[in-house]
């Protein structure tokens, strides 16, 4: 084999693996994993320990500082809010988020309504309480011929 067709099958394979590696979701580094999950709430509750500590000092109504009012309570919410996100995003590796619960799709219910349609001769449509009566009619004149032979 020539180099040529060595070298334009290794481009077609190199352009093959990077338009898979386009399509696969990336996963988060660590340091990327520990920004997000500690990092963020971290300063979500130091962002209220501090607004707590200026409403004490300054406020015009200073109420006490309380640590896991203050600090732990915003920590704890961010935190959920992250897991919750990154489960739904599989590991933020999606930007459509899927549900937690999944939920059964409604299906419709067709109702099947079977009916015997008679047609006389003309094409009318006789109705089935008309059949039933013209039925018993007959019925009860072919008996009332017969007790008459």
């Keep these: 084999m020539s180099t040529s067709k060595q070298s334009a099958f290794s481009k077609l394979s190199q352009d093959r693996q990077d338009d898979q590696n386009a399509t696969k979701p990336r996963s988060m580094t660590i340091a990327s994993r520990a920004v997000l999950f500690f990092i963020f709430p971290l300063i979500?509750?130091?962002?209220?320990?501090?607004?707590?500590?200026?409403?004490?000092?300054?406020?015009?109504d200073p109420r006490p500082m309380n640590f896991d009012r203050d600090f732990i309570f915003p920590f704890l919410m961010t935190l959920v809010l992250v897991v919750v996100v990154s489960i739904q995003t599989g590991n933020f590796s999606s930007y459509k988020a899927n549900p937690l619960v999944s939920w059964p799709k409604v299906v419709k219910k067709r109702k099947i309504i079977r009916r015997t349609v008679v047609v006389d001769d003309d094409g009318n449509v006789i109705e089935d309480e008309d059949v039933l009566r013209h039925y018993q009619s007959d019925h009860q004149s072919g008996e009332s011929d017969k007790k008459e032979d």
């Design 44 to 60: 979500v509750g130091s962002v209220g320990l501090i607004a707590s500590h200026i409403q004490f000092k300054y406020g015009k």
